[in-house]
């Protein structure tokens, strides 16, 4: 009879320690090439990534179907890089304001300190756009969850509907996330300006909806400052 026949665990256990080594493998490929994308910006190519690890470009595709695959494993490791910055600070607890300007500050954070990795996965230059847009509606709606899930305590603590929470998460997700991307590409203000501005908009909103006062914005002159253009004080 044959070995494995007389022995199938001796096959499994060669099959699973297999399967271990290709992952590990593959994830070390994935940081030669988040290396790469740091070194080389968010256009950089299959052979450069390749070179990065130290292999030739088969060997990189023995991992990785295609291109395509390269850059969803990039991204979803990218990702989970940027939602290790954000999950503190959504389970830590402070007063509301606060906890928004930690939040929104931890995720510029994050962007700012991998310019490249960003622009790989949200922009794909040279690559293929359906190959993260999937990790990155993914991740959009993990954080909105997240927000939801604190809205609707907030609500239904102060006896207030929740019928629009998750709505306005997705709202506070999808503006942070357009105006980071912004911000990043054209640098007219601080990281701490931004920050400020985007957790007085969304205070601002969430304060009326929860019942509580939302402290006022001033300018350099003491004067509160409007969303819309109107009649200057006498």
Known sequence: MKRDAVNPSRRSGRAERWAGHREQRRTE???AAIEAIRERGAGVSVAAIAAQA???KPVLY???????DLQ???SERAARMLLDRLLPELATERDPIERIRAIVDAFLAGIEDEPELWRFVVHNPGGEHEASADVVAHNLALIAGMITSGLVEELRARGRDAGGAEAWAYGIAGMVYTAGDWWLQRRTMTRDALTDYLTQLIWGGLSGVLGTA??????????????VAGEQEG
């Open 72 to 74: 969803r494993a990039v």
């Open 62 to 68: 023995r991992h990785f179907t295609d291109r395509a």
């Open 54 to 56: 130290g292999v030739t």
């Open 214 to 227: 939302a402290p006022a914005q001033k300018d350099e002159d003491g004067r509160p400052l409007r969303l």
């Open 29 to 31: 490929l994935v940081e």
